[in-house]
């Protein structure tokens, strides 16, 4: 054996400590042999099937070491370790340990310029935080490299950025200890913390609540910890913090920096103060209220003159958040008289401010600063108040002169709704070379559309020409289920999945004999837990499975009958009728028959009854028939809110939401089980399905909403994309009634607004056409809160955003509804949290709508004395509809 062979047996071997001894014991010849063909090896390697390329990964560590350490030339060896396909390792500290190994042979400049080139080639992290904190690709052989030369790092954000996650990934693996203070790199890297771009997020990753750490351990914790102990220089991370304030950036970059600077714990002596004055008009929230905090420190040591006061109250009002607001008018209120009267100027725009509240205490400033104010204050603070409601415009008159009432507003500018344009469909896919990469492209999260215009192809371009579809299949796939166990993918799991399903009716095609030896032994293992399911989602099981069997006993058909017509799910009836003629005299497959069946429109031309009349089959009597019957008739779906039998983790509320529906008598069994929707205790155990069901019966919305109902706590709280089925649920037709619209009032609740977003575009899309239930959504939103099933003030922004893109009428609609359900009860009832923004929302929506009339309870919680917002929002509801 060469030694080629002998390195390439070594590495096939997956034993890096043997693969090491042997690399070490190389000649030069031999590694230049070595190096010569190991590129091309690998080349020809991950170009030779799915296969090959799992191998190539599972070897990535031993190409590593090969390469390390044959290559001559320290870019060509920067070069080999950064190559794609060499960059997955799955511990990176490990491989850096390993890599070490066999480049300490190296002359000490020859791993200084390769540690040089390593970094320069290192990239900014990406993806989630879990994500991150694995490390970054190549900075730990990297940081070995510059350790162990003892060179000054070379200047990079990556690497510097690379550091404080390895950072935080160690002190979570320490649960508690601190990790940095022995860290080689320390000194070096953190006067680079203030400047790299995207070190934030890894400041404060560290920190959480995991059992058996310490709360809050998190690298700027730690910083501030070494600070303190007299290891780092509190002076310069303080002076590092304000030179990151002052580079700007969003909350998410200049959040961690903020708690750095507090667990720093600055003297007033320390504080910025022309800085941070400045900094108020542009700088992020959080630093805001850093700021806000720290001026007012430096002002009780006599560090803030009266005009950076002036200034930094007068800049606070015009910042867009109320709290930042509010929080001016709190501090020029606890400000004495004679310094507050220079800036009281700053009233006036708080005077516009939309908050009852704010504006009742600026009057109330104002009035007790009038002595104090100069010509141009007063000036200002008379124009503002002109716009002010009577009774607060007369008692700002009183302390200022005289105020003539600002000329009626223009009536406000009412949007025009309108809906997102719907999605199209897919156009058919062209050729058996498209069918194979979409076969394999096929992932996650599931797409009905796409497995639909797969799955037809599958089937159509098997009966034109076998071969041909079997010539572009993977022959590395085929060789893979050829020599693999079978039941080691036969799981009850599995045989439910959609993505594994469609898989199995390309192996059923390929290799019917492994097919059926996995179909066995899925038999064998049938576990009645997994089988079970919602009704919609066995539809598609089904389907999948009767294509599979087809492709088992060698058979083929010409065309499935329920590929799609349209984006929503429905299948033209023409269409319907010419697929059932190319059938001939044979039977369709059941499963895909009666999704079809599901899939027609609610309205089909009378003439298309005479061609179904013609069709030569049973299947064919029964379209007929069930067209000739007008379809389905719309079951009586009822949805309530109820106390739940039992509360977890997942379920902490005690009630649930439950939806039922009767079907029609008359129907054959399989559809009077879909449409008999039966409440369950609990909620649904395969959530992921919701995103089908839209398309199985796209006719009859209500009944497809009372089985996502049966999800709701995962399409209200999860971060994928499951929202997207209520957009889905909402372009279909049919019946829309409370199980909808408590679907929808669910998911305007959502925590991400990108989800929030799905819910809005589906009850657009319902209030364009006409159909939005506003009453049963008012029902919804006023049940889930009372059920503490969602957050209002969630589902208060959410409405607000709709009423600013035109639904104004159909929200006020709504929020009469809800209102009622969600004021006190009694004098001594309890306020709900979010209320007066809701009341503020309904208001608003109502003077848009020019709405008038009486809405329970609202006048009685008017009439109450008080300045709370709840109560000024209710009496300036009140105000808005009283006729």
């Not at 090896?41 to 390469?67: M, N, P």
């Not at 351990?217 to 501030?224: D, P, Q, T, Y």
């Not at 089980?673 to 995103?691: F, I």
């Given at each position: 054996m060469?030694?080629?062979?002998?390195?390439?047996?070594?590495?096939?071997?997956?034993?890096?400590?043997?693969?090491?001894?042997?690399?070490?014991?190389?000649?030069?010849?031999?590694?230049?042999?070595?190096?010569?063909?190991?590129?091309?090896?690998?080349?020809?390697?991950?170009?030779?099937?799915?296969?090959?390329?799992?191998?190539?990964?599972?070897?990535?560590?031993?190409?590593?070491?090969?390469?390390?350490?044959?290559?001559?030339?320290?870019a060509q060896v920067a070069a080999w370790l950064n190559r794609r396909e060499l960059r997955r390792t799955l511990d990176h500290e490990r491989d850096a340990v390993t890599v070490m190994s066999v480049l300490r042979r190296r002359p000490e400049a020859w791993r200084r310029d390769l540690a040089v080139r390593l970094v320069k080639r290192l990239r900014p992290p990406a993806g989630p935080t879990w994500w991150r904190l694995q490390g970054l690709p190549g900075w730990d052989l990297a940081a070995a490299l510059v350790i162990e030369t003892g060179i000054e790092p070379p200047d990079s954000d990556p690497f510097t950025v690379g550091w404080v996650w390895r950072v935080a990934s160690r002190q979570r693996k320490s649960r508690g200890r601190p990790v940095l203070a022995a860290d080689p790199l320390l000194d070096h890297l953190v006067p680079r913390l203030f400047h790299a771009q995207g070190v934030a997020a890894a400041l404060t990753a560290s920190e959480s609540r995991?059992?058996?750490?310490?709360?809050?351990?998190?690298?700027?914790?730690?910083?501030?910890?070494?600070?303190?102990?007299?290891?780092l220089s509190r002076q310069a991370l303080v002076s590092g913090c304000a030179s990151r304030f002052m580079a700007g950036g969003d909350a998410a970059e200049i959040g961690p920096f903020v708690t750095l600077w507090r667990l720093l714990e600055p003297t007033a002596a320390d504080v910025p103060v022309l800085d941070f004055v400045r900094l108020l008009p542009s700088g992020s929230s959080p630093f805001v209220q850093l700021a806000l905090d720290e001026l007012r420190r430096a002002e009780a040591v006599g560090a803030l003159d009266d005009e950076l006061f002036a200034e930094a109250v007068g800049t606070l009002v015009f910042r867009p958040e109320k709290k930042h607001v509010a929080a001016a008018v709190k501090w020029l209120a606890d400000t004495p008289a004679s310094r507050g009267g220079g800036a009281a100027a700053a009233l006036a725009c708080v005077f516009d401010v939309d908050s009852p509240a704010l504006r009742e205490r600026a009057v109330r400033l104002a009035v007790k600063l009038a002595p104090h104010t100069d010509d141009a204050a007063r000036e200002a603070i008379r124009e503002a108040a002109s716009r002010l409601p009577a009774e607060l415009r007369d008692r700002v008159a009183a302390a200022f002169g005289a105020i003539a009432a600002a000329a009626e507003p223009e009536p406000p500018a009412v949007p025009v709704l309108v809906a997102p344009p719907p999605p199209a469909l897919a156009p058919p896919i062209p050729s058996a070379a498209d069918l194979a990469a979409e076969l394999y492209a096929v992932g996650w999260p599931d797409d009905p559309g796409r497995y639909e215009r797969v799955l037809a192809a599958l089937v159509e371009m098997t009966h034109r020409d076998r071969d041909g579809v079997l010539a572009v299949l993977d022959p590395e796939w085929r060789s893979y289920w050829e020599q693999t166990n079978v039941h080691s993918h036969a799981y009850p799991s599995n045989d439910r999945d959609p993505r594994f399903l469609?898989?199995?009716?390309?192996?059923?095609?390929?290799?019917?004999?492994?097919?059926?030896?996995?179909?066995?032994?899925?038999?064998?293992?049938?576990?009645?837990?997994?089988?079970?399911?919602?009704?919609?989602?066995?539809?598609?099981?089904?389907?999948?499975?009767?294509v599979v069997a087809l492709f088992e006993r060698g058979a083929t058909i010409p065309v499935l009958l329920a590929t799609p017509t349209a984006a929503t799910g429905h299948l033209d009836a023409e269409t319907l009728i010419d697929r059932m003629e190319r059938l001939g005299g044979a039977e369709p497959l059941e499963a895909d028959f009666q999704q079809a069946l599901l899939r027609l429109p609610r309205h089909v031309d009378e003439s298309l009854l005479v061609r179904a009349e013609k069709l030569p089959t049973q299947a064919g009597r029964r379209l007929a028939g069930w067209l000739r019957d007008g379809g389905l008739p719309d079951p009586v779906v009822h949805c309530e809110v109820r106390r739940a039998s039992r509360t977890d983790r997942y379920r902490p509320s005690p009630y649930e939401?439950?939806?039922?529906?009767v079907p029609p008598e008359g129907l054959p069994a399989w559809l009077h089980?879909?449409?008999?929707?039966?409440?369950?205790?609990?909620?649904?155990?395969?959530?992921?399905?919701?995103?089908w069901w839209p398309t199985i019966m796209p006719s009859h919305r209500e009944v497809v909403a009372a089985y996502m109902v049966q999800c709701l706590p995962w399409l209200a709280d999860r971060i994928d994309s499951r929202v997207d089925a209520v957009a889905a649920l909402a372009r279909g037709d049919g019946p829309v009634g409370r199980a909808t619209a408590i679907t929808i009032a669910a998911c305007l609740a959502h925590p991400r607004p990108a989800r929030r977003a799905a819910a809005a575009e589906a009850l657009t899309t319902l209030a364009v056409r006409g159909q939005l239930p506003a009453p049963d959504l008012g029902w919804a939103v006023a049940?889930?809160?009372r059920a503490e099933q969602v957050t209002l003030r969630r589902i208060t922004a959410a409405l607000d955003d709709l009423i600013a893109a035109g639904a104004h009428a159909e929200i006020w609609q709504a929020l009469a509804a809800a209102v009622p359900l969600l004021l006190p009860t009694g004098a001594g009832g309890r306020t709900r949290n979010g209320l007066g923004e809701l009341l503020n929302v309904a208001a608003r929506a109502a003077v848009l709508a020019g709405a008038r009339g009486e809405i329970p309870g609202l006048a009685e919680l008017a009439a109450r004395k008080g300045s709370s917002l709840v109560l000024q929002e209710a009496r300036r509801l009140h105000r808005a509809i009283s006729p």
């Open positions: 060469n030694p080629w062979e002998e390195v390439l047996a070594r590495i096939e071997a997956e034993n890096d400590e043997r693969l090491v001894e042997a690399l070490n014991g190389l000649g030069d010849a031999d590694r230049r042999e070595v190096a010569a063909r190991l590129p091309g090896h690998l080349v020809e390697r991950s170009a030779g099937g799915f296969g090959d390329r799992l191998r190539v990964r599972e070897l990535t560590s031993g190409y590593r070491l090969a390469g390390a350490a044959c290559m001559a030339g320290a995991q059992p058996g750490r310490v709360p809050g351990l998190s690298v700027a914790g730690e910083l501030a910890a070494l600070a303190q102990a007299g290891r469609l898989q199995r009716c390309a192996l059923a095609l390929a290799l019917p004999d492994v097919s059926r030896e996995l179909t066995a032994a899925l038999a064998e293992r049938a576990d009645p837990a997994h089988a079970l399911g919602l009704l919609p989602q066995r539809l598609v099981q089904h389907r999948l499975r009767e939401v439950h939806a039922r529906a089980d879909l449409c008999a929707v039966r409440p369950a205790s609990g909620y649904a155990v395969y959530p992921d399905d919701v995103v049940e889930l809160v």
